[in-house]
């Protein structure tokens, strides 16, 4: 049997956290390692994390994105992700530390939420295919919050650093992923299908541009009052976004065609095969 303070070369503990699983942590001012875990970190954004960070600091999507992320294409799924840029000083700091904390900390990603939790679904080789939450432990030495009497449980760790909202609003973002596993690590989707996952991943600006802005609404039956209210709420703007890539790149039936597109879509083949006994 594994001995549970027995950690990989990253830090992670080798065992399954679940919503009810109870561990010891506590982070604060106090602690002589406030602010050690803010630098030099690999952090994924997700699509609400952008959101909440762009506009507390009322940048656009395109200035925030410019500013403090670089993309990333993940290895496995080989689906592309934004992360956030480091300044480039000796320890490669997170931009938003300072000594006395995170000058951005009511709209921190959801991944320093979590910490010292991480959710399986972030780390690449651990996405489930069956949907199940499970979260693991990160134990790095630098680290005294372990050497607290405080317990917790995952959940009520979660409900402590306010990280339901965002799992809830990113749910659709980690169902594709999902789907995206389903279909097997060996099948990449077209350069195309990645643009599109890449702006609704990351750029809700972008993404609204589009919908109003293109031939988008002449193919796809959206309800006017869902229109009216993705024009400024960019929390339903980003779920319809997900629910699009479901239906554009998956097959999903959650936004549909337009009649008039679809029939096109199965007079294509007759065209076709018309076409090709016409050249014989």
Known sequence: MKNPDETYQDGIEPRKYTAESRFKFACHKGKECYTHCCSD???????????????????????FLAIYTKPEMLVRTKLPMVTLKMLDDDKKSCPFVTPEGCTIYEDRPVTCRYYPLGMAAFREQEIQPTGEDFYFMVRESHCL????DKEWTV???????????????????MELMLRKKSFGFQVELSEES???????????????????????????????????QIKTDEVALLK??????QSALFGADKVKLKDHVLNA???????AMR???TSR
């Open 145 to 148: 919050g372990f050497h607290s």
């Open 240 to 245: 319809f976004g997900f629910e699009w890539l």
């Open 41 to 63: 970190l690999n952090i994924i954004l997700t699509p609400y994390d952008i959101i909440r960070m762009k506009n507390r600091l009322g940048l656009t999507c395109d200035q």
């Open 194 to 228: 990645r643009g599109m996952f890449f702006m609704v991943s990351s750029n809700v600006d972008r993404l609204r541009r589009f919908i109003f802005e293109s031939s988008f609404l002449d193919k796809y039956d959206v309800g006017k009052d869902l229109l009216e």
């Open 275 to 277: 076409a090709a006994k």
């Open 265 to 271: 879509q199965k007079e294509q083949p007759k065209k």
């Open 155 to 173: 959940n009520e760790w979660r409900k402590d650093q306010d990280v339901e909202l965002y799992d809830e609003v990113n749910h659709g973002w």
